[in-house]
């Protein structure tokens, strides 16, 4: 990935504001969207709209364009994974497809074993810098 790329190229969006560029590690948007977070004692779920919003308002996109921008990114990294690719994000985590193999389960009720097919596991791997972060 380049030092830095226009919303556009994500999203597909027509060219309308090359001036609105993302640098690699570029931390605005994220400190931007921490300092909305709850207070340390809620639970709570950062939500698409959640992402949309904050791009709204600290980056200058449209509404529209902003959730067309997260839709994007969603989309890419979705069908990176129905194509059996693992998707990398640096400094945040690792998404990564795997494949069970069959093997005997047991009934908790009944207590009889059951075979438990194969199948195929997304899971998340967190980088040692998010491990840092919210340790």
């Known amino acids: 990935m380049p030092a830095s790329f226009a919303y556009d190229h994500w999203c597909g969006l027509p060219n309308q504001r090359e001036s609105v560029k993302f640098a690699a590690g570029h931390r605005g948007v994220t400190d931007a969207i921490g300092r909305e977070g709850t207070n340390m004692g809620e639970t709570s779920t950062l939500t698409r709209a959640d992402l949309a919003e904050s791009l709204n308002r600290h980056v200058g996109l449209s509404r529209a364009e902003a959730a067309a921008l997260v839709e994007s990114i969603l989309d890419h990294m ?41 199948r195929r596991v997304l899971t998340f791997r967190a980088s040692q810098t998010m491990r840092d972060r919210v340790a």
């Open 78 to 118: 979705s069908d990176a994974l129905e194509r059996g690719e693992n998707v990398k994000i640096s400094s945040f985590g690792t998404f990564v497809l795997r494949d069970k193999t069959q093997r005997m389960g047991r009934n908790p009720k009944t207590g009889v074993e059951v075979p438990i097919e194969p």
